[in-house]
């Protein structure tokens, strides 16, 4: 349902100009423009520029069987964005990442970097995460703790705590409209553009029509 609004405000924005046009109204046109164009907000955190960066997320024991197809899907989407937008960035294949993970009980993120010979680990812990608003309703909800660990040092250099992620904000998605599988990857496709907000420049114009 979310996935067409941005058709549907783009052609009501797009006619409202047109009428506004029409009736030589210049603010309302001028405030409908800044709307269209919306406006980028500066990255947060600029450590992942020009470094090494494996990119790796898990859940605990408690969660691990509701999410076990979930840590592996976000940690590659969260390293594609940053691959795409972060300036002369290197991200650590997510296979490679993905492999290590398979062979090792306890995700440390150090051992991870020192075994990829990444610079740098974005950890994203899982600590909250579901699919759906009761039985009949998709409506994703996710909380996360965000670290980026230096491995040489050996140290946490940065660390965050989002807010709550929920999408659809307002109204959740009926079952019997989609895949739980297709729900699952547009949920998460929305939460990895959340994470990296924190490290690539952003336009609010997409938290608009979220």
């Known amino acids: 349902m979310d996935r067409f609004l941005f058709r549907d405000r783009r052609y009501l924005i797009c006619a409202s100009l047109l009428m506004l046009g029409i009736c030589g109204c210049a603010a309302p046109i001028a405030t409908l423009l800044y709307v269209v164009k919306g406006r980028t907000t500066p990255a947060e955190c600029d450590l992942l520029e020009e470094k090494k960066v ?7 024991a408690s969660m691990q069987f509701r999410t076990r197809y979930v840590t592996g899907e976000l940690s ?7 691959e795409k937008h972060v300036r002369k960035i290197e991200i650590v294949d997510p296979r490679e990442v993905a492999e290590w993970v398979d062979e090792n009980d306890w995700i440390d993120p150090i051992e991870l970097g020192k075994a990829v010979n990444a610079d740098l ?3 994203i812990d899982l600590e909250e995460f579901q699919l759906k608003d009761g039985q009949t309703l ?3 909800k996710a909380n996360v703790l965000l670290k980026i660990h230096d491995v040489k040092e050996d140290e946490v250099i940065w660390e965050r705590i989002p807010s ?3 999408w659809p ?9 989609e895949q739980e599988h297709q729900f699952r990857l547009d949920y998460l496709n929305r939460l990895a553009f959340e994470i990296g907000k924190y490290f690539y420049a952003w336009d609010q114009y997409n938290d608009f029509l979220g």
């Open 76 to 82: 590659k989407l969260v390293a594609l964005g940053l």
């Open 121 to 123: 680990v974005l950890a």
């Open 169 to 177: 904000k307002h109204v959740g998605i009926p079952v019997q409209e």
């Open 54 to 60: 494996a990119v790796v997320c898990q859940a605990p």
């Open 138 to 140: 998709f409506r994703g």
């Open 164 to 166: 709550q992620v929920v």
